[in-house]
């Protein structure tokens, strides 16, 4: 059926045109900004623009042109380059997933982009290959194949017509849990960095010192009016967070065939990720501030997949937002190898101290500085005191690991409460360290990671009681550790 050259569909020349275009964005407002002046100038300067925009065109319609892909013997093969003609030979074998999504380009004629990864790109910043403008049933006749070469490799060409068993859906976003999750993302930060990022790139040009010292008086005889103002700029980005995240996560489903889950989201743009269960590092859960009190969490899955500029392929969200208590019954009896409910072993009493210390220390010179240039204003810091007491005994509280026969879990506190569940065969690293303040206390700090498309992930517990972090290397390791061995670090290739 494939076995013949296909081109993608012509409108990924217009993909690869608005491509090249943006990467041409920067140098083209330099250019206008800083080009000639006056009525020649102005002249050259569009010539120019347009010469550039017309060559772009060109050059992504030549490349859509220049641009097949085929099936063949148990390969996607892809040939593309408009001077020098290229070729990329991919074995099914070689394929860790087929991402598909649906961009504003694609949905309208019924398109999809598939982007292939393998093994080898896992690391790089590109995927092996992205076929950026498919038909929906070409997609589903390469996953087939797909499917079909890691099933039974000797038997492609007789069951590629073969129908795949029918994915069973593990978790449908509602429409409440969508605003839910929408309104409780945090998402306001994001927006408010982004629109200050983007204002202070023109520092150059507007004349920020005037304009605030025109608004300095204002502002002290303005108070209420300026306070309603600031009050409307977070409204409008908690609006703005609020739409970007419901347009993200829209339709949001978690399925899982015989030997992965697939992922779809996405309204404007419908995106589908496919995670191998075999690359599957890790399973971590996270709880903000605001999700925390009210039981909710986020699920992520850790996988060998994705690379550093593509985070999305490695660190999936699984379960955008969930009961607590939700999450083992929905994902015990597909990914069985995890236990999900584990009974945690909690920091010692003697630790609290360590804790609240380590937080006063670093809240200390934001309280000290205000007291000395800003008095009596500046008392106002001592509120950062209670704080960060609070603040640490909750760090504190958190602090918790457990180890069954094939899995160790740790739970610790940063901004999010986070617990991660690793397996044992998937453990890269296991680091225990203790101070000379901690061995006084007879305390020590467990690190375990694995290794994800990011490049690591996993979690570091403080201050357990060294009893503990010994039983921890003594069920990792193939020695054993005596109460009075200093701990070490040890490595599993």
């Given at each position: 059926m494939m076995s013949n050259p296909k081109r993608l569909h012509p409108i990924s020349a217009v993909a690869n045109f608005l491509k090249q275009l943006k990467e041409l964005i920067v140098p083209f407002l330099i250019f206008v900004v800083f080009g000639s002046r006056g009525g020649?100038?102005?002249?050259?300067?569009?010539?120019?623009?347009?010469?550039?925009?017309?060559?772009?065109?060109?050059?992504?319609?030549?490349?859509?042109?220049?641009?097949?892909?085929?099936?063949?013997?148990?390969?996607?093969?892809?040939?593309?380059?408009?001077?020098?003609?290229?070729?990329?030979?991919?074995?099914?074998?070689?394929?860790?997933?087929?991402?598909?999504?649906e961009g504003l380009l694609q949905r309208p004629f019924g398109l999809v982009k598939m982007k292939v990864e393998t093994a080898g790109s896992s690391g790089a910043g590109d995927a092996e290959a992205v076929l950026t403008a498919i038909s929906r049933k070409d997609a589903d006749y390469i996953q087939q194949a797909f499917s079909t070469a890691?099933?039974?490799?000797?038997?492609?060409?007789?069951?590629?017509?073969?129908?795949?068993?029918?994915?069973?859906?593990?978790?449908?976003?509602?429409?409440?849990?969508?605003?839910?999750l929408a309104s409780t993302s945090g998402g306001v930060g994001v927006v408010l960095s982004a629109v200050f990022a983007f204002i202070f790139q023109f520092e150059e040009i507007i004349p920020y010192e005037k304009v605030f010292a025109g608004l300095e008086g204002f502002m002290a005889n303005g108070i209420i009016f300026v306070s309603i103002l600031v009050f409307?700029?977070?409204?409008?980005?908690?609006?703005?967070?609020?739409?970007?995240?419901?347009?993200?996560?829209?339709?949001?489903?978690?399925?899982?065939?015989?030997?992965?889950?697939?992922?779809?989201?996405?309204?404007?743009?419908?995106?589908?990720?496919?995670?191998?269960?075999h690359r599957i590092q890790a399973i971590q859960i996270s709880e903000n501030l605001i999700r925390q009190p009210i039981g909710l969490a986020t699920v992520y899955i850790e996988s060998a997949g994705g690379s550093i500029e593509d985070s999305d392929s490695a660190r999936v969200m699984a379960l955008p937002i969930v009961k607590r208590?939700?999450?083992?019954?929905?994902?015990?009896?597909?990914?069985?190898?995890?236990?999900?409910?584990?009974?945690?072993?909690?920091?010692?009493?003697?630790?609290?101290?360590?804790?609240?210390?380590?937080?006063?220390?670093?809240?200390?010179?934001?309280i000290i500085a205000p007291i000395i240039f800003f008095r009596p204003w500046g008392y106002l810091s001592l509120l950062l005191l209670i704080i960060s007491i609070i603040w640490s005994y909750l760090k504190y509280k958190d602090a918790g690991w457990d180890i069954s026969s094939h899995q160790l879990a740790l739970r610790y506190r940063g901004i999010v409460r986070t617990t991660v569940f690793m397996r044992k065969n998937r453990i890269q690293s296991l680091t225990m360290s203790e101070s000379f303040f901690q061995k006084r206390r007879n305390l020590a700090t467990i690190e375990a990671a694995v290794m994800s498309g990011t490049g690591g992930t996993g979690g570091t517990v403080l201050d357990l009681d060294r009893n503990d972090v010994c039983a921890i290397y003594k069920w990792y390791s193939y020695t054993s550790l005596n109460g009075n061995t200093p701990l070490q670090k040890e490595k599993r290739p």
């Open positions: 020649n100038g102005e002249v050259f300067q569009l010539v120019i623009t347009a010469g550039v925009v017309i060559a772009v065109f060109i050059i992504g319609v030549l490349s859509w042109l220049r641009y097949t892909y085929r099936l063949e013997e148990g390969e996607l093969r892809i040939e593309y380059g408009i001077l020098v003609r290229k070729k990329r030979y991919i074995p099914f074998e070689r394929i860790q997933s087929l991402d598909l999504s890691k099933k039974r490799p000797s038997e492609n060409r007789n069951k590629l017509e073969s129908a795949a068993a029918r994915p069973k859906v593990i978790y449908k976003i509602s429409a409440g849990e969508l605003l839910l409307i700029g977070f409204l409008l980005a908690w609006i703005i967070a609020l739409v970007g995240s419901m347009i993200k996560y829209a339709g949001f489903t978690l399925k899982k065939t015989e030997k992965e889950l697939i992922i779809t989201r996405g309204l404007l743009e419908k995106r589908q990720i496919t995670i191998p269960l208590s939700r999450i083992a019954g929905l994902l015990k009896s597909h990914l069985p190898d995890y236990e999900l409910q584990p009974g945690f072993f909690k920091a010692p009493k003697r630790a609290l101290n360590r804790y609240i210390w380590r937080g006063l220390l670093v809240v200390m010179p934001f």
